[in-house]
């Protein structure tokens, strides 16, 4: 039963959820729409597509840094409202100008905004939920920010090829400007932790903050992110036009490519607010995160590279939809082991290095899918090595979650002991 203090600490976490869902609209809908419908936007080659999905995170390299130290001397409100100035004018601008150059920058300042976006909501969770609840928490805050993903590819899929690219995109930059009396009625403010609910925390931390756990998160970010973030999301569409041609027959009807993958895509987004959630709540329980991220990823590297075989399309989307699943888990898991890390130093400081790590591996992924895809089986190499990469983090941590047992075990009797 949810009492009135969790609904209460739970309102910062759901309004910035649901203002960051409402940026989401338009980056996710070009994820969709752009690879097919790029000379609409007056862009000249495809590799110019590339680019353009990578910038807004290559531009976050240099402003996470400076976000987060803008962090520590502002308020979240104050943070959070220019994430959604930039983002809704920025999503207005794809409608309103055309050509590289004038793409280049309205994505690099959509990337400032998502840093903003990003390191604030990160920020958020870990400030408002328990520590016998972070999991539950941080599945309920990617569920529901990433609705605006399911809105802005299906819908986004739906409408760019009737009404155009510019005009889907003038809309959503409206409704993402609908977020600024949510946070300007919101109110902030930091509840501190009992000593009991930090008395878990604190029989890891030593082992948790060490440098190369963190390390291990760092790397982990930036895999995954350019595994899921980067590559699927970028190459789903090119990849159903190469398999199965530009306008597919399902049921007797004709869809588009662009709809296909966005209700692919969007499917994930459906279903992330109650599997994300779930998937945090079995983490939250006696067995700790690592043994569910550990099986999590050995499932999602074999599913990852069997999306890149062509099979009976009713088959191939049943595999898809499966590594959807591995992405919910595996980012909604990784999160909150980072959350758990970042509580044992300086929170904003060790996320803010967490985002880099991510948006390195976003950004990567799509200028390395759009070199690589050029190549003769170019989807094999890209997704077969993909699935390579997550066995290989299963065995990391493996090797780490087996330490963080001894260490438990040892502290344990150390405590006994001593009492």
Same mark, same amino acid.
């Given at each position: 039963?949810?009492?009135?203090?969790?609904?209460?600490?739970?309102?910062?976490?759901?309004?910035?959820?649901?203002?960051?869902?409402?940026?989401?609209?338009?980056?996710?809908?070009?994820?969709?729409?752009?690879?097919?419908?790029?000379?609409?936007?007056?862009?000249?080659?495809?590799? =110019?597509?590339?680019?353009?999905?990578?910038?807004?995170?290559?531009?976050?390299?240099?402003?996470?840094?400076?976000?987060? !130290?803008?962090?520590?001397?502002?308020?979240?409100?104050?943070?959070?409202?220019?994430?959604?100035?930039?983002?809704?004018?920025?999503?207005?601008?794809?409608?309103?100008?055309?050509?590289?150059?004038?793409?280049?920058?309205?994505?690099?300042?959509?990337?400032?905004?998502?840093?903003?976006?990003?390191?604030? /909501?990160?920020?958020?969770?870990?400030?408002?939920?328990?520590?016998?609840?972070? $999991?539950?928490?941080?599945?309920?805050?990617?569920? +529901?920010?990433?609705? /605006?993903?399911? @809105?802005?590819?299906?819908?986004?899929?739906?409408?760019?090829?009737?009404? $155009?690219?510019?005009?889907?995109? @003038? /809309?959503?930059?409206?409704?993402?400007?609908?977020?600024?009396?949510?946070?300007?009625?919101?109110?902030?403010? *930091?509840?501190?932790?009992?000593?009991?609910?930090?008395?878990?925390?604190?029989?890891?931390?030593?082992?948790?903050?060490?440098?190369?756990?963190?390390?291990?998160?760092?790397?982990?970010?930036?895999?995954?992110?350019?595994?899921? =973030?980067?590559?699927?999301?970028?190459?789903?569409?090119?990849?159903?036009?190469?398999?199965?041609?530009?306008?597919?027959?399902? +049921?007797?009807?004709?869809?588009?490519?662009?709809?296909?993958?966005?209700?692919? *895509?969007?499917?994930?987004?459906?279903?992330?607010?109650?599997? $994300?959630?779930?998937?945090? *709540?079995?983490?939250?329980?006696?067995? %700790?995160?690592?043994?569910?991220?550990? @099986?999590?990823?050995?499932?999602?590297?074999?599913?990852?590279?069997?999306?890149?075989?062509?099979?009976?399309?009713?088959?191939?989307?049943?595999?898809?939809?499966?590594?959807?699943?591995?992405?919910?888990?595996?980012?909604?898991?990784?999160?909150?082991?980072?959350?758990?890390?970042?509580?044992?130093?300086?929170?904003?400081?060790?996320?803010?290095?967490?985002?880099?790590? =991510?948006?390195?591996?976003?950004?990567?992924?799509?200028?390395?899918?759009?070199?690589?895809? =050029?190549?003769?089986? %170019?989807?094999?190499?890209?997704? !077969?090595? %993909?699935?390579?990469?997550?066995?290989?983090?299963?065995?990391? !941590?493996?090797?780490?979650?087996?330490?963080?047992?001894?260490?438990?075990?040892?502290?344990?009797? $150390?405590?006994?002991?001593?009492?």
């Amino acid at each position: 039963m949810v009492t009135i203090k969790d609904k209460m600490s739970s309102n910062p976490i759901i309004i910035v959820a649901l203002v960051t869902a409402l940026s989401l609209l338009g980056d996710s809908m070009l994820y969709i729409a752009l690879p097919i419908y790029w000379e609409a936007a007056g862009i000249e080659s495809i590799w =110019q597509v590339g680019v353009l999905l990578s910038v807004n995170r290559f531009i976050r390299l240099p402003f996470n840094p400076l976000v987060g !130290w803008m962090y520590k001397r502002i308020t979240l409100k104050t943070g959070l409202i220019i994430a959604v100035l930039l983002g809704g004018f920025t999503t207005i601008g794809y409608g309103v100008f055309e050509g590289f150059i004038a793409w280049v920058i309205l994505r690099a300042v959509w990337g400032i905004a998502w840093s903003f976006f990003r390191i604030g /909501g990160l920020s958020v969770v870990a400030l408002y939920s328990d520590n016998n609840k972070r $999991g539950s928490s941080m599945g309920l805050y990617n569920g +529901l920010y990433r609705t /605006g993903s399911l @809105v802005g590819m299906l819908i986004g899929g739906l409408l760019v090829p009737i009404i $155009g690219l510019s005009a889907v995109s @003038v /809309g959503f930059g409206i409704l993402t400007l609908l977020g600024l009396p949510l946070i300007l009625k919101s109110n902030f403010t *930091q509840d501190n932790e009992t000593s009991e609910e930090k008395g878990d925390i604190n029989k890891s931390k030593p082992f948790i903050g060490k440098t190369g756990y963190k390390v291990s998160i760092i790397v982990s970010g930036f895999l995954i992110a350019m595994l899921y =973030q980067g590559i699927l999301t970028s190459t789903l569409s090119s990849m159903i036009e190469h398999f199965y041609g530009e306008h597919i027959s399902i +049921l007797s009807v004709v869809i588009s490519v662009t709809l296909l993958s966005g209700i692919i *895509q969007a499917v994930r987004w459906a279903w992330e607010p109650f599997l $994300g959630r779930t998937v945090g *709540q079995w983490s939250d329980g006696s067995r %700790g995160r690592l043994p569910i991220f550990i @099986v999590s990823l050995i499932f999602a590297g074999v599913v990852f590279g069997m999306i890149s075989i062509r099979l009976p399309l009713g088959l191939w989307i049943v595999i898809t939809l499966l590594v959807m699943a591995g992405a919910t888990i595996l980012t909604t898991l990784l999160d909150t082991i980072a959350l758990d890390t970042a509580k044992t130093a300086n929170v904003v400081s060790f996320l803010t290095i967490y985002s880099i790590s =991510q948006d390195v591996g976003a950004a990567l992924g799509p200028a390395l899918s759009f070199i690589l895809i =050029q190549l003769e089986a %170019g989807f094999n190499f890209i997704y !077969w090595g %993909g699935a390579v990469t997550l066995l290989i983090l299963a065995i990391i !941590w493996s090797v780490l979650a087996k330490r963080l047992n001894t260490f438990i075990n040892s502290y344990d009797k $150390g405590f006994n002991k001593a009492y």
